[in-house]
């Protein structure tokens, strides 16, 4: 450790770490712990709800910090949504998977909406309602992740981190992998020399595909393709992806937020759309054939494996093209062209779009904007920004497609403030 960090940690006091406070728990907070206070000190703690009364084991803070993380060690008074969690692994100082499993579905998703309205309401400033949805595919909040990293320690054994920690907690199984992930027999072999294993569930090939990271040299740094199918309706489609790509990892998402979009964009044919983030075109290939003959797709993505592989989904629709560029360079240039869209769709990563970004969109002057986001506080932040460009906030919804964690999938519409 520098000296400059000993001295910085020397001047912020002595560490709380081990201290145990009795504490009564306020409301939830964005990040799968709920706020308290003990003696005007923040804390927040993990593995409790709002309204109980549980001791609180300081995890990580010293004296003089603004906040100190803390785990529920003891519950003295219990809420009424809570649980034995069905995950002998998750709890103080053990697996950091997950957030939620001491809470029943339904409180974790009025949690869940309670973030999702606290963050609008102190970054945008807007007052939302919003019921999360729970999406269909999983059992139970259980047996839903389709994609699972699992780290291996030093002696070759796979398993998954600590909250907030790069400690391994060896297991022998995870509640809400899929059974198929289960099945590969990742946590049954050993890994010598490997840091960690991807495993992942898709469609195709119908055995789960492993990737031991980091790769050998000279292998595909995408650990190959899969195949993924979507349904929106009567309507389905089949889409190549990076195995360690970006692709929705619960089961029932992607059919799910396709459908969605596509009924709260309401493409019609003729239409210009642009498909920022676009990954692998889950959007971009049904939104060609819906705003066919006439209208065209734009799909602008960073990756370049990701467009490759969206160029192909689309290939049989000649009104889609792809940009491989960065979303805020593409759409700098697009608008120093003139070029105007009449919808758009992005979903950007969890850091969101960004002021810029939102800035530009709007001199493109779409007349709706779908915003499919995975942080409900970068959303909020976007949100803000497109404010301050004539976009209001017309329609949210929220989805749990991260059953058992604190993470929640919102999808939002903007449209022209003056609109009529």
């Avoid at 100190?68 to 003891?74: I, K, P």
């Avoid at 509640?175 to 198929?180: F, V």
């Avoid at 779009?353 to 506080?377: E, I, Q, T, W």
């Avoid at 404010?387 to 017309?394: D, N, R």
Wanted: include cysteine.
């Amino acid at each position: 450790m520098s000296a400059r960090r000993t001295r910085e940690r020397a001047e912020r006091g002595p560490s709380l770490v081990g201290e145990e406070w009795t504490v009564d728990v306020g409301p939830v907070a964005h990040g799968g712990h709920c706020v308290a206070r003990h003696e005007g000190q923040v804390v927040f703690v993990r593995h409790t709800l709002p309204g109980e009364r549980v001791v609180a084991r300081v995890t990580e803070g010293r004296v003089g910090d603004s906040f100190v993380r803390a785990d529920a060690v003891q519950i003295l008074e219990a809420a009424p949504g809570r649980v034995e969690a069905p995950c002998r692994y998750a709890g103080p100082g053990l697996c950091g998977g997950c957030d939620f499993q001491h809470a029943s579905l339904d409180t974790q998703r009025s949690l869940k909406g309670a973030v999702v309205r606290e963050q609008f309401a102190r970054i945008a400033g807007l007052d939302v309602e919003v019921k999360v949805r729970p999406v269909p595919g999983d059992q139970e909040g259980l047996r839903w992740r389709t994609r699972v990293e699992f780290a291996v320690d030093g002696s070759g054994r796979a398993g998954l981190r600590k909250h907030r920690s790069r400690e391994i907690l060896p297991v022998d199984t995870c509640l809400i992998a899929t059974q198929a992930v289960l099945d590969s027999g990742v946590l049954d072999t050993e890994w010598p020399g490997v840091e960690a294993v991807d495993v992942i569930d898709a469609a195709h090939p119908d055995e789960p595909v492993l990737v031991p990271l980091p790769m050998p040299e000279g292998s595909d740094a995408g650990g190959g393709l899969v195949g993924e199918l979507v349904r929106d309706g009567d309507w389905e489609g089949e889409y190549v992806v990076a195995a360690r790509g970006f692709w929705q990892v619960h089961p029932g998402a992607a059919s799910t937020f396709l459908s969605r979009v596509v009924a709260l964009l309401g493409a019609r044919p003729g239409d210009r759309v642009v498909d920022l983030y676009a990954g692998s075109g889950l959007f971009a290939m049904r939104l060609g054939e819906l705003v066919a003959p006439d209208g065209f797709v734009l799909g602008v993505e960073g990756d370049r494996r990701a467009v490759d592989n969206g160029a192909h989904n689309t290939e049989h629709l000649d009104n889609v093209e792809w940009r491989a560029n960065r979303v805020d360079r593409e759409l700098r240039s697009l608008v120093s062209q003139g070029v105007t869209a009449d919808l758009a769709v992005l979903d950007p990563p969890r850091t969101g779009a960004g002021k810029d970004v939102m800035g530009l969109l709007a001199s493109m002057a779409p007349r709706r904007v779908v915003y499919v986001a995975c942080d409900p506080a970068a959303l909020a932040r976007d949100v803000k920004a497109a404010a301050a460009h004539g976009y209001s906030l017309a329609s949210l919804e929220a989805w749990d497609a991260f059953p058992m964690t604190h993470h929640v999938e919102c999808i939002a519409v903007l449209e022209p403030t003056d609109a009529s």
